[in-house]
Structure formats: C-alpha cells, structure tokens
DNA sequence: CCAAAAGTGTTAACGCTACACCCATGT
DNA sequence: ACATGGGTGTAGCGTTAACACTTTTGG
C-alpha cells in the first residue's frame, strides 16, 4: 500500500507541455478572437490555436511560431497569460498549456489554413461555439486580461490601423469594456496622456464634418491610467 | 538539412515541468522570502521551493504539495505568478516552471527542512543571496506582483497575525511599497474601505499610549482601491 | 516630568462626472 | 436645407495630499 504510494509520486513524469493562443481584433465593429477548426481528433470542433512546445524552444518562442504556421498571423506581440494545469482538460493525455494572448490590428486578413486544421476564422466573441479542451475557459480569461489591459496601459494602439480617428479609438474602448462613454470625457482623458497626436490628415466619410486623424506617439508599452 | 529541420521539429517532446514557490512573509520588519539550500546538485545554493508536477495532479495542487513536503508551511492561498520557459534555465535539462507566490502571517514559524535539502530559512528580500536556476528572475517577479497586489486588494491580511495596530499594517505596507505613508490619510483611507474594524483590546507596549487592536472584517479576497 | 508612539481634522488642488450645443460636410 | 457624425467647455463633487499637535502610558 505505502510501496505502491510512493511508487506512484516518483513515476516518471509523462507530461506534454503546449501553448494556446488567444488573438484578438476587431472586425465589423464586434470584438473576434482567431480560431481554427479541427481535422482529426475532435474533427469540426474549434479550438485555439495552440500546439506543443518544441525541447530547444522557449515558451514565447513555441506560441510564435505555432501562431504563424497554423494562421499565418506574425508580427505580433504576445503576451503569457496563465497556465492551465487541469489533469483532464485534454481528454487524450495529460497535457498542460500556457497561454499567450495577443492584440492584432483589424488589417490582419491574411490568415491562411494549415493543411492540419479545416479553417481558420475571427469569430466574434459574442457567438462563440464551444470550443475544444478548456479554450472556453482560456478566452474568458483572456477577454478578462484585455479590458483590465487596455484600462491602464497603452496597449490599445494594436488594435488599430496606424490612423484612426478619435471615434475610432473610443469605440474600441466601447467593445472591449462594453459600456458607452462620454465623448468629450474620454476626448479630455486621452489627449491629456499624450500618448496620441494628430496628423494632418483627416477621413472623409459621408455627410458630415471630416474627423481629424491621429497616430500613436509611441507603440512601446507604457502604464498609463485610461478608464 | 531541410529533412534534419523536420525531424528536429518533431522529435519527441522531452520537457520537464517543474513548480516553483516564491513565499513572502514579514519578519523582524523585514519583508522574507522562504528559501531551501540545495544538497546534491548545485550544493551550498539557496533556490526557491520547488519541485516536478505529478502526473494525476493539477499544478495548484502540485505547488501545495511541494510547498508542504520541502519547508512544512501548508494551508497558504497559493496564487500562480508565471510560467518560466527558458530553453537554459536549467542547467542540467530541460525544465519549464510555473511559479507560485503566497503570503504567509509571521508566526509561520514551523518551517523544517526536508531530507532532501540542508536548510530551510526566511531571508531577507535585501539580502538574498544569488539564487540557483532563474529563481532570482522569478523572486524579483514575485516581489512586484507583491506590491500591485497589496495595493489593489486586501491580500494584506495573510501577512498579519489576527489582531494587529494601525501601525502594524501601515508598516506592511511601507516595507512592501518600499515608500513612506502619511499616518492620518493612511487610517482614513483604510478605515473608509471597511476592510478592519475594532476589537476591544489594545496592545500595550512600552512607555506610551497603549494602541487599539484591530481585527479584518473578512478575509475574503476583495478588490480595493488602497494606496 | 520626560520620552515614545497613538491618535486625530482641515484645507487646497486635482480629477472625475454629467451634461448640450455648434460645426463641417454630402446629398 | 437637412441629416450626419465631428468637435468643444464648465460646474459640482469627491478624492487625494500636505501638514502639527494632543493623548496616554511607563520609567
């Protein structure tokens, strides 16, 4: 009894370690997260990108990479999330899975399938499917540590084309914490940071008064209070 | 060499997974981190409390464990911090490592080294010594999560014994926040938070005013505004 | 009576919130 | 001229920061 108790704590451990991706945009005005659809093992299920972490490889590396080849999504800055280590959230083995999320401009179109999954596709967050493993968990988490995220720092320029106006900008806030704000407010708020500045153009859209276009002073990641 | 590349890419994952715990508590008005010294490999260095994941047990539950089997201190919200995924961290193999920190109350005294290590023992977060592996990355890590916890939530109360003074917490956070407070907004503030409340005991000690005792209303995690 | 820490209020500056109208444009 | 979204200011309120003296005790 005790014998086989220890033998048990000192098995050789036979664990996978994986990394899932959480990337956000926004497309049509709706809040998406990229999601592939499975071939194999839970065929037609989506799921996040993710995928086992290489042994000469680090962590941040292993999501990088597994981000462009099952997506073709690069360039983009991720960031660790959490690690799930949950004995069953993968129903075949034990795997455990540090996930990175990242914030990609609405531009960002060119997303290609691999030849492993079925599709690649933004889903709007609001109609998710089920998703595979615990990636159902992953993304409210992940949608969690965004709207904290973008309420003090500048993160939010990643969301954006490089110009954009300052409804633009304020709409992103609307989605991602869902709740209106007040123009002139958030107008005050946001010039006050110094973390934009116009241009000297602006985008005609429409009947009405041509907004004026700003840009990002710096995209390098600063604290900053927002909302 | 492009079939080399292939195989190298999928070859057999061969990973360790490892916990590792960054514990604090405040000691002769210092603020501590709990180390072991190390026997067999890197012998004579002090590395954080830590340890590989079984595999029928979550990571939560694998950081308990070890926490309690390596210094004795069990019974501590445990709260994960980060996963570690440098290909060298390790020197010796390839080790990813989820960290772990917890706040433990002063009278955690009943630390006892295990057979596998020489020593267990609070240090000074001023004088820690080089740690072995990366643990002086994730120590420092630790220590900042440290500091944007205390100050958005009442997470203080696991460093306090149950009856304390307003002077007792104000210092906690002065040693944490590395910074002075001004006394009569700190009791303004963290009495309009309605976090403590009063006992009907004082604390006398030495010649001078005897100070109030107070006592957390819940210990409850809660998000506060407090510094 | 002296030393040492406990305890206690006020004021000024700042930031946040709420709120409504005119502007520039295309049709 | 009208419909549409762009753009702007202010007043009241609450929060924060700065600041110094009295109280209670033991020795």
Request: hydrophobic share 40%; glycine share 4%.
């Amino acid at each position: 009894m005790k014998d086989s108790k220890i033998k048990k704590e000192h098995a050789k451990q036979n664990i996978k370690l994986a990394v899932d991706n959480c990337i956000f945009t926004i497309k049509d005005g709706k809040l998406c997260v990229l999601l592939i659809k499975m071939k194999d093992k839970l065929q037609g299920h989506w799921a996040l990108p993710g995928g086992l972490v290489n042994n000469n490889e680090t962590l941040d590396s292993a999501a990088k990479r597994i981000l462009k080849t099952q997506t073709s999504v690069s360039d983009v800055y991720l960031e660790q999330l959490y690690t799930f280590g949950d004995v069953k959230r993968d129903p075949f083995a034990r795997v455990i899975s540090t996930a990175y999320f990242a914030l990609v401009p609405p531009k960002t179109n060119n997303i290609k399938t691999s030849a492993k999954y079925s599709d690649v596709r933004w889903i709007p967050v609001k109609k998710l499917p089920g998703l595979a493993y615990d990636h159902d968990k992953i993304a409210k988490y992940a949608k969690q540590r965004l709207a904290d995220k973008i309420s003090y720092t500048n993160a939010v320029w990643s969301l954006l084309p490089t110009k954009f106006t300052l409804t633009d900008l304020q709409k992103v806030y609307e989605i991602i914490l869902g709740k209106v704000i007040d123009k002139r407010n958030f107008r005050k708020k946001i010039l006050a940071l110094d973390i934009i500045h116009p241009t000297s153009e602006t985008k005609i859209k429409g009947a009405h008064r041509p907004a004026k276009l700003y840009e990002f002073s710096s995209t390098k990641p600063k604290i900053v209070e927002i909302v």
